[in-house]
């Protein structure tokens, strides 16, 4: 405890915390100062060890401190760290480009994802993706292509182009003048509804838009499955498959935010997989170094990439970071990939996500859950006051701060959105450690539904 102190002091001193109130630091926020990490565990300076229940912000896939990964990246050390990227190339990148284009989800009727852009992290991805698609239709003369549509709750990110794109106030309200805006459209999330009814009112939303308002739109960005900050959200595939035939109808692009919901979160390695859809535009992030270096990549097809030939520089996709296929980080995914393959992830997943499915029904009789839903490897539990959707309440995010100290002093770390107790662990969890993830959740549950942490 002395040496988790020593470090709290020495960090409250120097660092200002991403996505912090630091008001709230240390207190009510206790602050953890991680030592290691081992398997699905974090280990703090006094030795105390918590369940790393969202892979810590989604990023880790098989677990921290992986031994294969590690190896592959000092590997890559001894022999290139970083090169750059403009004029000149390096293995790494080249070999992840060509299996990620291999991997990448497919319609034979399409044209098929062909060039891969590099970025350093998932806001980043969506700012190619969006230069990209306004970029293309510039080049062709097009000039009235000039906004977005966006789906209700969505989020990309907190760069001012990725933000602008989202619809979560919490990020989105302070920074509003200094944002574009897109159209938004109804989400398909099936909260409180029936699945098939909330993707056919919000197809329906879009089309309307599309009609109004198709000449003067780039593209449709959309997370697939799966709206992760805006409450671990889920719909149907089937919302999908209608996006991909209306953005063909109009004539604008498909944007897929898979940054979060990729390499197999959803049950399938991508979740455009699901719907059987391939997007215009496949961003990619978090897991893709297995949760150690920072790295996002953008799939596009050759007919983007065409767009840009041209002996003007002003044609060209002048659009670059410092460390843009970061020889490291791709070292990091392209071990990343081969665990997939030799630990055959996506199926053994699969017995995995059946344990989540078992420990979440225990948590079914609490008044509190008023929605327990399930994509994958992402549980979600929404809590409200009465137990029905859409209660009204002041401030949900004190029921999630007392569900987050909760259960830190049971050794798992859960970080609430809001009202949202969610569990998207790594890949390595046993059954052990899911029972335990289950135990403390239905405590930090039994917790608030007993004193009352809900504002009136």
């Given at each position: ?85 403009a004029g000149a190339s390096h293995e790494p990148a080249v070999e992840l480009a060509e ?358």
């Amino acid at each position: 405890m002395i040496a988790d102190d020593q470090w709290r002091r020495r960090d409250l001193q120097v660092l200002w915390h991403p996505c912090t109130q630091m008001a709230e630091h240390p207190d009510p926020l206790p602050l953890l100062t991680i030592a290691s990490g081992q398997g699905a565990y974090l280990v703090d300076h006094s030795g105390t060890r918590y369940l790393d229940a969202v892979s810590s912000w989604w990023v880790n896939l098989f677990g921290h401190a992986e031994p294969r990964i590690a190896e592959a990246v000092a590997r890559q050390a001894k022999k290139l760290s970083q090169v750059i990227l403009a004029g000149a190339s390096h293995e790494p990148a080249v070999e992840l480009a060509e299996q990620l284009l291999q991997l990448a989800p497919r319609d034979p009727d399409r044209e098929p994802l062909a060039k891969v852009f590099y970025a350093d992290n998932g806001s980043a991805g969506i700012e190619v993706a969006l230069k990209m698609a306004f970029h293309w239709f510039r080049n062709r003369g097009d000039q009235l292509r000039t906004r977005f549509v966006s789906l209700h709750n969505g989020y990309h990110g907190e760069t001012l182009g990725a933000l602008a794109v989202g619809d979560v106030p919490l990020y989105r309200r302070v920074y509003a003048p200094l944002l574009a805006e897109p159209l938004f459209v109804r989400s398909p999330d099936a909260f409180g509804t029936e699945p098939q009814l909330a993707s056919t009112l919000a197809l329906d939303d879009l089309r309307r838009t599309l009609e109004q308002c198709g000449e003067t739109v780039c593209a449709v960005i959309l997370e697939p499955l799966v709206q992760c900050a805006g409450g671990m959200r889920m719909h149907s595939p089937d919302y999908l498959k209608g996006a991909r035939a209306l953005c063909d109808q109009y004539g604008v692009f498909l944007i897929a935010d898979e940054i979060a919901v990729g390499f197999g979160r959803t049950g399938t390695l991508f979740a455009c997989e699901q719907a059987a859809i391939q997007p215009d535009f496949l961003c990619l992030s978090k897991g893709l170094t297995g949760g150690t270096l920072p790295l996002a990549a953008v799939l596009t097809t050759q007919s983007v990439y065409d767009g840009f030939l041209d002996r003007s520089r002003e044609r060209a996709f002048l659009h670059s970071h410092s460390y843009t296929g970061n020889a490291l980080a791709c070292a990091a995914a392209l071990q990343t990939l081969r665990i997939f393959k030799d630990d055959a992830i996506i199926e053994t997943n699969q017995e995995r996500t059946q344990w989540l499915a078992d420990a979440a029904n225990t948590l079914d009789g609490h008044g509190i859950v008023c929605e327990r839903r399930q994509t994958g490897m992402i549980v979600a539990f929404e809590l409200s006051p009465d137990g029905t959707p859409n209660s009204e309440y002041a401030d949900p995010a004190r029921a999630g701060l007392r569900a987050y100290r909760y259960a830190l002093e049971h050794g798992v770390l859960l970080r609430p959105l809001g009202n949202v107790l969610y569990w998207m662990p790594p890949y390595c969890v046993d059954q052990v450690d899911i029972e335990k993830l289950a135990t403390v959740t239905q405590g930090a549950i039994a917790e608030l539904a007993q004193h009352g942490e809900w504002p009136q």
